[in-house]
């Protein structure tokens, strides 16, 4: 749980921002040109599913064979990132979930914990922000025993090839993504997605679902359904991260072919990652990607 709680909690988050522009039906993207020798790839991920094996495609496998290094969201085989996610889940100055809401807001979200299998007690996430607590609930209400993220296998195989490994940003700077918003506002999300608890059980489902089926404008159409809260973040959560990244996906497809794994909701939209490269001089095509 300690590598996927970050890219569980983002992948919640930024699905449920905006996405716009017609896309064909596949994750798995080409990018050429622009004074390339080798094209590199893009594959947008899903942090959590039930089902991640069946996504491991021959598309993809072959993208990753044709790849010298791969690229997520941040450096999943560093063990000094992955324990960060220890150091940067806690809110700042000794705050308490408790201490952002009114008395009986707080009994309700104790009520939530005494009457529901969670991955952890309350008692253990008092301090943690609350945006990883909403995260986590929606994980432990997936309806699997098991759950894989999409980096999980795709870090797996990467291992096996002998394949670099690196990271587009930090967990420190995905910390910093959370510290900016106002700990109450967060808060109050949770209490949201608990008071709501049907409605979000829904969503996750519809979401996977629609990832499964490889559909970027099914998820906008998703995206245009959710109200309020982190929406009004499109430019930290989504945006501003797409925008640091293109500098150095640059930088490392023209070093050696690569392919970049991040999080699906990263790939489309005027401000997406595969328009960005576009407008950058690359040519960026789907690649076909039947799953089994």
């Given at each position: 749980?300690?590598?996927r709680l970050f890219f569980s909690v983002i992948s919640v988050l930024v699905l449920n921002l905006s996405i716009s522009a017609q896309q064909p039906k596949t994750l798995l993207w080409q990018v050429s040109g622009n004074g390339l020798?080798?094209?590199s790839f893009i594959f947008g991920t899903m942090h959590l599913l039930c089902s991640a094996e069946e996504m491991m495609s021959d598309s993809l496998l072959s993208a990753l064979?044709?790849?010298e290094q791969v690229f997520f969201e941040i450096d999943m085989d560093n063990p000094g990132e992955m324990l960060g996610v220890f150091k940067f889940i806690r809110m700042k100055d000794n705050k308490k979930i408790g201490d952002l809401l009114s008395p009986d807001e707080y009994q309700r979200v104790k009520n939530y914990f005494s009457n529901n299998k969670t991955v952890l007690p309350l008692s253990m996430m008092e301090r943690f922000k609350p945006y990883f607590v909403a995260a986590m609930l929606s994980e432990a209400k997936m309806p699997?025993?098991?759950?894989?993220?999409?980096?999980?296998l795709i870090l797996k195989q990467a291992k096996k090839e002998g394949k670099l490994i690196s990271g587009l940003e930090s967990i420190e700077f995905q910390a910093s993504v959370f510290d900016s918003i106002p700990y109450e506002e967060q808060a109050k999300e949770l209490l949201k997605a608990i008071d709501e608890e049907a409605k979000q059980d829904s969503f996750t489902n519809r979401m996977a679902a629609i990832y499964l089926a490889q559909d970027l404008d099914q998820i906008e159409q998703l995206t245009l359904e959710e109200e309020g809260g982190v929406s009004s973040y499109l430019e930290l959560f989504l945006y501003g991260r797409n925008a640091?990244?293109?500098p150095?996906?640059?930088a490392a497809m023209k070093k050696q072919p690569a392919l970049f794994a991040v999080g699906a909701a990263h790939l489309p939209g005027e401000k997406g990652v595969l328009n960005l490269l576009k407008k950058a001089g690359y040519k960026v095509e789907p690649v076909s990607n039947p799953v089994r």
């Open positions: 749980m300690k590598f020798s080798k094209p064979s044709r790849s699997c025993a098991t759950k894989t993220g999409m980096e999980e640091i990244w293109i150095a996906m640059e």
